[in-house]
């Protein structure tokens, strides 16, 4: 199978486009820096701008599967870059709006259209959901990163049109031994100032890194599956409650709070990636047959943490 990736630097694309080379696909990484792309043995890195079909479209004629990851980090490099100014809340949404219909455009003149396109989305699709279990039937918020989602999923929405089969994979927090959002959580716990981030309610939708890629893989080769899923583990948690499993792991005390009021006043808006959050659960991944390797949280932080400790 000849698979197009976008986004394929990132942490989750690495991770997918080793994963699909190891599977004997063949494996093309769009990258706005084609040069300097560190990809695995198999995988050719091809240059494209992050918003037309110019220069990588011919690509698409061959390819049997698209999957569009691309997209500037919601939660920055790192916490000093987190704060949203107008100015990244711009390029946060333009960056996947923009790279969406590039696809779309590309899939619209290829004379042989790929079987299916995976679009990425998040969980934030949803908006802040404290007391609600999500599920893909829950309607979409209203709040920044709810807007983002929407126009981002919305983007590649014509290529069904085209015959085109689209998967949506609203992603989770993506939890992985190097890079994403558990490295930056353990830093309090090893000093021994762990505690709950506000109140400790907000949902906590969290995945390991190879259930993310497993489930790209089954949604990719399995022809029947359409529409949005949650990529998500099935055991939802709060925040507190997933901070209680990392600290139990970490063999370190729970006791400190983050006040939520600190957060505001440093990350301003982009405080609500912390403050806030959704208890999804993968209602139609797991209908459709995918089996998790991590569903619980405890097992796939002492996984992610034996591999932190091996690096």
Sequence with gaps: MK???????????????????????????????????????????????????????????????????????????????LRWTPERKQRILQSRVNAGAAVAEAIRIAAHKPAVLVQASAVGFYGPRPDLRVTETTPPGRDFLAQVCQAWEASTAPVEAWGVRRVILRIGIV?????????????????????????????????????VVGAIDFLLQNSQTRGAYNICAPSPLTNAEFGRTLARVL?????????????????????AILLDGQRAYPQRLLEAGYAFRYPEAEAALRDLLAKGDEA
């Design 3 to 81: 698979v197009i990736v976008t986004g394929g630097t990132g942490l989750i694309g690495r991770a997918l486009v080793q994963a699909l080379v190891s599977g004997q696909h063949e494996v093309v990484v769009l990258s706005r820096a084609p040069q300097r792309a560190v990809l695995p043995a198999g995988a050719v890195a091809v240059a494209w701008d992050g918003g037309t079909a110019q220069g990588w479209g011919a690509q698409v004629e061959g390819a049997d599967a698209i999957v569009n990851l691309a997209g500037e980090s919601v939660a920055g490099e790192s916490l000093l870059a």
């Design 251 to 271: 063999r370190r005390p729970y006791w400190l709070p983050a006040p939520a009021w600190a957060f505001r006043w440093v990350f301003g808006e982009a405080a």
């Design 175 to 211: 939890l992985a031994a190097a890079g994403g959002a558990l490295p930056r959580q353990l830093l309090p716990f090893r000093l021994f100032v762990g505690g709950p981030i506000g109140s400790g309610c907000q949902g906590y939708p969290w995945i390991h890194l190879a259930d």
